[in-house]
């Protein structure tokens, strides 16, 4: 692959294929109902990739002006956060992986199904403190499961294997949103910060005399 494919990988494609499977190794089953919160950014479009080619029923949660983008990565469903908060449908999912949690990890639990998983990857201090003192107390109560993810292998051999084989395949495709060079580094990052990357932003090295290079800035 090229090395702008290349470069969207090793952080983003590992935490979702990571996220995706609990910590014994068991992944998200086939049939399962599986959300995605922020789907459109950095981990979210691969997790929903992932999630897809493992016959999962997905929905994406993403903001209004990215519905369209979530919904051309192969989700079933989109809810815009802006107008609808996933936790208050009613609706029960077997699977919740939330790759920048913002809000009450019980309102999160409310969402799950019994035995179900709720799994965060970053996002506020509060949500993070939650995740990691507050959901293991809370799986003493019940038969759902929510927390922090803390069993990130980064570079495990098997699952860059995966990774690889499934672009390799067709089965996932980074969504790179645009391409800076690297003298726009700055401009690259404020894009990101801004929350207006569908996907990845990638910086093009190009060093004299040789091939260009590419290199993750979201």
Same mark, same amino acid.
């Given at each position: 692959?090229?090395?702008?494919?290349? @470069?969207?990988? =090793?952080?983003?494609a590992?935490?979702? +294929?990571? &996220?995706?499977?609990?910590?014994?190794?068991?992944? /998200?089953?086939?049939?399962?109902?599986?959300?995605?919160?922020?789907?459109?950014?950095?981990?979210?479009?691969?997790?929903?990739?992932?999630?897809?080619?493992?016959?999962?029923?997905?929905t994406?949660?993403?903001?209004t002006?990215?519905?369209?983008f979530?919904?051309?990565?192969?989700?079933?469903?989109?809810?815009?956060?802006t107008?609808?908060?996933?936790?208050?449908?009613?609706?029960?999912?077997?699977?919740?992986?939330?790759?920048?949690?913002h809000?009450s990890?019980?309102r999160?639990?409310? @969402?799950l199904? =019994?035995?179900g998983?709720?799994?965060? +990857?970053? &996002?506020g201090?509060?949500a993070?403190?939650?995740? /990691?003192?507050?959901g293991?107390l809370?799986?003493?109560?019940?038969?759902?499961?929510?927390?922090?993810?803390?069993?990130?292998?980064p570079?495990?051999?098997?699952?860059?294997?995966?990774?690889?084989?499934?672009?390799?395949a067709?089965?996932?495709?980074?969504?790179?949103?645009?391409r800076?060079p690297?003298?726009?580094?700055?401009?690259?990052?404020?894009?990101?910060d801004e929350?207006?990357?569908?996907g990845?932003?990638v910086?093009?090295?190009?060093?004299?005399?040789?091939?260009?290079l590419?290199?993750?800035?979201?």
């Amino acid at each position: 692959m090229g090395f702008e494919i290349a @470069a969207t990988l =090793p952080h983003s494609a590992m935490f979702a +294929l990571q &996220g995706l499977r609990d910590r014994s190794g068991r992944p /998200v089953q086939k049939g399962a109902k599986v959300l995605i919160g922020g789907a459109s950014g950095n981990v979210g479009p691969f997790a929903v990739q992932i999630a897809k080619w493992l016959g999962a029923e997905v929905t994406g949660v993403c903001r209004t002006e990215k519905v369209e983008f979530v919904r051309s990565l192969g989700a079933d469903h989109v809810i815009d956060y802006t107008k609808t908060d996933f936790t208050a449908t009613g609706e029960r999912y077997h699977w919740i992986l939330d790759t920048d949690s913002h809000q009450s990890i019980f309102r999160s639990r409310r @969402a799950l199904r =019994p035995g179900g998983r709720y799994v965060t +990857l970053g &996002g506020g201090a509060f949500a993070l403190l939650q995740g /990691v003192v507050v959901g293991p107390l809370l799986a003493l109560f019940g038969s759902r499961r929510t927390g922090l993810m803390m069993w990130w292998k980064p570079f495990n051999a098997t699952d860059v294997a995966t990774i690889t084989d499934l672009v390799l395949a067709g089965h996932l495709t980074p969504a790179i949103d645009r391409r800076y060079p690297l003298s726009e580094t700055t401009d690259a990052l404020r894009w990101v910060d801004e929350g207006r990357a569908k996907g990845k932003v990638v910086i093009i090295v190009a060093p004299s005399g040789s091939a260009q290079l590419g290199g993750d800035a979201s």
